[in-house]
């Protein structure tokens, strides 16, 4: 063993015989018994496991919540050989990439421990900043590209105590000022406190009342049950799924979204700063990134929901909502080519249950922009529609989510992916992904920002470029079947970030610039690399975080076996 490296011979035998063409759409049945040609040969990587404190700063401003309940150590569960997992072999001996040793350390040195065990990762350990402001708690978000990478290394402890842990906080009455949030909640991030002179620890949570804006995280539910669903595939075991307590967070999540009201869309109506663009950036309304994630935590609540007691009515409601939503999201959000050509011969003022124009948009808000940017070939689901009101942008994640859950169609999911090859230097650069494209300037900026300083042109959400973005990229260029695009990504992202710092975004119209205010040492960018790397290296790893479309009208009962 050199420099906590371990060399071994490797067992793993590859399958061979899959017939498909590149460009065709990978199921994820099949992506469990195929590995990619070029990889066939390809040694595993093994990187001895070291535990590291947490050496961040904990001081914080949260509302305090005491703990009394310690989380006992989870048991019982074999750990999966794959990449960088000791339990893997390799017929070759070879030197792992040093980037990949260097960002297992850093993902580790991030960890957090509540009362001895791991429940989560801070935000970043930039040693270098003077505030540590926020980044010294574990998100919700943030979180899940580590999580994934504990995963699929073997390593389930971490993610089983951080679901637990979320899931007890959900229980604390949420209040900001005199008004109480709903139930269903989820932090969108919380602290430990270690009190080493009474050798006490506690945990402070924070449900938006010390978020900039004070926005609660609607987001944050989505990702606990996506969360609570990979860690189920991926441990095969469905032990603490169906727990009451699992099962009830569920419910509470999905009630305050299944609620009926005024609306008139089966989309969730939302204020900015709900979700990773936590600012000002005129996301109000129906953003993609939120309708994306609740269509996939309504599938993912199919598979996890025993349909029993109050589960029966609630699954009924989910399958109702996921035919309105898909329907909803495939016709009116969904930009191509030949859409925009018919937008912009819209007719205005159609009153009528035939209206083509039925969100009565004016042709004339469509900007100069898109015109040049929409390609030929290519598509994707716009930024938000509402009356009158299209936001044209592209925004990433809402896109990549958009084709794991397959809310996208396999033919929308390839035209998302043609127009990312199409216009590779607007979205990619010189390191992916634009977060959102393009950056808003001027009068637009002033009125849509408030003049937000950190949200200037190019710059943090407005158009600035987000490593973390690479797992969800590489995601999706494998369910696509076009490997070749993360390995471009991934290759572009290995000759800066770890001689960076691992920043957390990046400025510049190419993304060539480390972010004005860019934190180093930024864990989801770190464990954003990992994750990506590991699922192009083992493709089946997919399976965890991704679903497959419905081919028939699904039947509400628990399914025996995970899409």
């Known amino acids: 063993m050199e420099n906590g490296i371990k060399k071994t011979p490797s067992s793993d035998k590859i399958n061979s015989g899959m017939k498909k063409t590149p460009s065709s759409l990978f199921s994820i049945t099949e992506l469990d018994d195929f590995y990619f040609q070029h990889l066939s040969r390809s040694p595993r990587l093994n990187i001895e496991r070291k535990i590291s404190l947490d050496g961040c700063s904990i001081s914080g401003n949260l509302r ?21 997992t000791p339990n893997s072999t390799s017929d070759n001996v070879y030197e792992p990439h040093m980037m990949v040793v260097a960002a297992w350390d850093a993902l580790r040195k991030s960890i957090v421990y509540f009362r001895g065990q791991p429940v989560g990762t801070v935000a970043a350990c930039d040693v270098t900043s003077e505030e540590a402001l926020n980044y010294d708690q574990v998100f919700v978000r943030d979180f899940v590209p580590s999580a994934l990478a504990f995963l699929m290394n073997g390593e389930f402890d971490i993610v089983r105590n951080f679901l637990l842990k979320t899931l007890q906080l959900q229980s604390w009455e949420k209040k900001i000022d005199r008004f109480k949030l709903g139930e269903g909640v989820m932090p969108a991030s919380f602290k430990v406190l270690h009190d080493s002179h009474k050798k006490i620890d506690t945990i402070m949570a924070d449900f938006g ?69 936590d600012r000002r950036m005129g996301i109000y309304g129906y953003p993609i990134e939120i309708q994306a994630l609740f269509f996939m935590a309504l599938r993912c609540a199919l598979q996890l929901l025993k349909p029993e007691g109050e589960s029966k009515e609630l699954l009924e409601r989910i399958m109702t909502r996921l035919h309105a939503l898909s329907y909803h999201m495939r016709s009116y959000f969904w930009l191509d080519f030949q859409q925009l050509n018919g937008i912009y011969r819209y007719k205005t003022e159609e009153y009528s249950h035939t ?91 002033t009125s849509v920002t408030g003049c937000d300083p950190k949200n ?51 400025d510049g119209k190419l993304g060539r610039y480390i972010g004005k205010q860019s934190r180093k040492y930024q864990t989801w960018s770190i464990a954003g690399y990992l994750v990506a790397k590991m699922m ?21 009962k628990r399914s025996s076996s995970w899409s």
């Open 209 to 277: 009342e010390s978020a900039i804006g004070r926005v609660a995280p609607v987001d944050s539910g989505f990702w606990w049950i996506i969360l609570l669903r990979a860690y189920t595939r991926s441990t095969g075991d469905s032990t603490l799924s169906e727990t009451p307590d699992c099962q009830k967070g569920i419910q509470l999540i999905l009630s305050l979204c299944l609620a009926e009201g005024f609306d008139t869309f089966p989309t969730l109506l939302c204020t900015d700063g709900c979700c990773m663009i």
């Open 64 to 84: 305090h919540i005491d703990s009394h309940e310690c989380i006992s150590p989870m048991g019982g569960f074999g750990h999966r050989a794959g990449f960088d």
């Open 536 to 556: 192009l290296e083992d493709p089946s790893n997919l399976g965890m975080i991704s679903l497959e479309e419905d081919r028939e009208k699904p039947v509400v």
């Open 456 to 506: 200037t042109r190019w710059s943090y959400h407005n158009g600035g470029s987000w490593p973390v973005l690479l797992w969800l990229l590489t995601a999706a260029s494998i369910k696509t079947g076009r490997p070749h695009i993360a390995k471009k990504a991934i290759d572009l992202a290995e000759r800066r970030l770890l001689k960076d710092g691992w920043p957390e975004y990046y």
């Open 355 to 445: 209206a083509v124009n039925k969100f009565n948009v004016i042709p004339d808000s469509i900007p100069d922009w898109l015109f040049d940017f929409m390609p030929n070939r290519g598509g994707y689901f716009i930024g938000n529609v509402s009356p009158a009101r299209m936001d044209f942008r592209w925004f990433a994640l809402g896109n990549c989510i958009a084709i794991l859950a397959s809310l996208a169609t396999p033919e929308q999911s390839i035209a998302i992916m043609d127009l990312i090859e199409e216009r590779w230097e607007e979205l990619v650069g010189e390191m992916p992904l634009k977060a959102c494209f393009p950056a808003i300037d001027g009068h637009e900026w």
